[in-house]
């Protein structure tokens, strides 16, 4: 399994970005996609995550509103659009997998995660 991640970058607070995280590998129809951040000194925090066959969707209180992750099926590909961003938003993102789906709770920690890909930086200057 491989997954990548783009489309990070520099942004004004206010601004938006969009996260893209491109799958491969295996067919992902009964996983759950998350995205993860992690600022210097922090632990890793939930941010979103898909069922990738239902769309079922959940976001951290921190993000909700201003985040929202979706999938394309035909290009194996999961995005998180950011609007809205606060310096505090400043991370490295990352991208996961977990087999089978989760519920509530059940999709937030990092440890519940089977894959991984090597981040993309966020900073959101004030």
């Known amino acids: 399994v491989q997954l990548v991640e783009s489309g990070g970058g520099l942004v004004q607070a206010g601004g938006s970005l969009r996260l893209s995280c491109a799958a491969s590998?295996?067919?992902?129809?009964?996983?759950?996609m998350g995205w993860f951040r992690q600022a210097p000194g922090n632990e890793r925090e939930f941010v979103a995550a898909?069922?990738?066959?239902?769309?079922?969707?959940y976001h951290s209180d921190s993000v909700k509103g201003r985040f929202t992750i979706s999938r394309d099926n035909a290009k194996n590909t999961v995005y998180l659009q950011m609007n809205s961003l606060k310096p505090e938003d400043t991370a490295v993102y990352y991208c996961a997998a977990r087999k089978g789906y989760c519920s509530g709770s059940e999709c937030y920690g990092p440890q519940e995660y089977d894959y991984w890909g090597q981040g993309t930086q966020v900073t959101v200057s004030s």
């Open positions: 590998g295996r067919t992902f129809s009964s996983y759950t």
């Open positions: 898909i069922w990738w066959t239902h769309a079922i969707t």
